[in-house]
């Protein structure tokens, strides 16, 4: 029941993407910023930072549009897409991009702030929409699974920075728990997870730590053996 409603919120999510699409968007924030403008987009992926040291990156499991869209993907590739290789690229590219905007905040003193900045329903909006959306559809198609997430994203780094940030702090969130003991090696978890992590390696370890886990909690409703938790608390 609980991943029916996980994904009926992905699927409703994505049909509003087309609205929300100028508020999640890596360009319109640097268009912003060097304006003076302190945008939307970047108001969002600070509020994402902060949620995310109590709640870890449920918003990627839960939320994202970018994630429903690769995970209807996977019915065509269901291939692994997961190794540090593969995952470190995104943080290259985020720390260029970032540092960039940051540069362009500095030379504005004073920021504007505005919400709904650079945002205009237009014929061109569409038409970048559109593009954005292929090229998700084509690198999730090649990759598989959330291929985007694991290589490209660029809201990813901002929660995993707020749940390292957490974890430094001691403050607790949102974290998975697994009963070792309980494991039967059926493989499920490992086979259910859309971001191909090895979650039964990590079950048996007793160590459900990965900036890769998105907490949609499919390993946890997959389990026959109920042999992973979920809750709030500090890392151990």
């Given amino acids: 029941m609980r991943q029916r409603i996980r994904k009926s919120i992905l699927i409703f999510s994505l049909l509003l993407f087309p609205i929300t699409?100028?508020?999640?968007?890596?360009?319109v924030i640097v268009v912003s910023a060097a304006n003076g403008v302190f945008n939307g987009s970047a108001m969002?992926?600070?509020?994402?930072?902060?949620?995310?040291?109590?709640?870890?990156?449920l918003f990627c499991g839960w939320l994202c549009p970018g994630g429903a869209l690769q995970e209807n993907i996977a019915v065509v590739n269901d291939r692994h897409w997961n190794s540090k290789k593969k995952n470190i690229s995104k943080y290259i590219t985020w720390t260029?991009?970032?540092?960039?905007?940051?540069?362009?905040w500095l030379q504005h003193p004073r920021l504007k702030g505005d919400f709904l900045y650079f945002i205009e329903f237009n014929f061109q909006y569409f038409i970048i929409y559109?593009?954005?959306?292929?090229?998700?559809?084509?690198?999730?198609?090649?990759?598989?699974?959330?291929?985007?997430?694991?290589?490209?994203?660029?809201?990813?780094?901002?929660?995993?920075i707020g749940e390292k940030l957490a974890d430094f702090l001691h403050i607790p969130r949102f974290r998975l728990a697994a009963k070792p003991e309980s494991c039967i090696s059926c493989g499920k978890c490992t086979k259910n997870c859309p971001m191909g992590l090895d979650v039964e390696t990590m079950v048996k370890a007793g160590v459900m730590e990965s900036s890769e886990c998105i907490n949609c909690l499919e390993c946890v409703?997959?389990?026959?053996?109920?042999?992973?938790?979920?809750?709030?608390?500090q890392k151990q």
Wanted: overall charge positive; hydrophobic content about 60%; some cysteine.
């Fill in 221 to 233: 409703d997959g389990c026959p053996k109920k042999a992973i938790g979920f809750g709030v608390f």
């Fill in 21 to 27: 699409f100028m508020l999640l968007s890596p360009f």
């Fill in 130 to 160: 559109a593009i954005v959306m292929v090229i998700i559809y084509l690198f999730t198609l090649v990759t598989g699974r959330r291929g985007m997430c694991h290589s490209l994203c660029w809201m990813a780094p901002f929660m995993v």
């Fill in 44 to 57: 969002i992926f600070g509020l994402l930072l902060f949620f995310s040291m109590v709640g870890s990156r």
């Fill in 96 to 104: 260029i991009w970032f540092s960039f905007i940051v540069f362009l």
